[in-house]
């Protein structure tokens, strides 16, 4: 069974930062690309940022240069450092484990951020 719980989220002012965990059982991890989504309320669900198991990174353009997504495989775990952060960054965020047969989602972590 494929797990994925998140940690880290929590409440900010404009311009501080946080980082997101997200603990990923081993069964998927070693293979899998793994990624951080975010979901407004009302709206869509959009990609944040991804990093495969060999280490290519892809980040949505609104984020490059304040987000970094990095993953430790002796942890299972997968991070995001949020840096400079805007009150439209105010979401849930996902972690997310894609493999060839499935995408596998975590519970979310609420991000708020506002003075």
């Known amino acids: 069974q494929v797990q994925l719980v998140e940690s880290g989220g929590g409440w900010v002012q404009p311009g501080g930062s946080l980082r997101l965990s997200c603990a990923a059982s081993?069964?998927?991890?070693?293979?899998?690309?793994m990624g951080w989504y975010r979901q407004a309320p009302g709206k869509q669900r959009d990609l944040v940022a991804t990093?495969?198991?060999?280490?290519?990174?892809n980040y949505a353009d609104s984020v490059k240069g304040r987000f970094t997504i990095s993953r430790d495989n002796a942890k299972n775990t997968v991070y995001l450092q949020m840096n400079s952060l805007k009150p439209e960054y105010t979401s849930v965020y996902y972690c997310?484990?894609?493999?060839?047969?499935?995408?596998?989602w975590g519970q979310g972590t609420q991000v708020t951020v506002s003075s």
């Open positions: 997310a484990a894609r493999s060839i047969i499935a995408t596998y």
């Open positions: 990093i495969t198991s060999g280490d290519r990174i």
């Open positions: 081993k069964n998927i991890f070693s293979i899998a690309t």
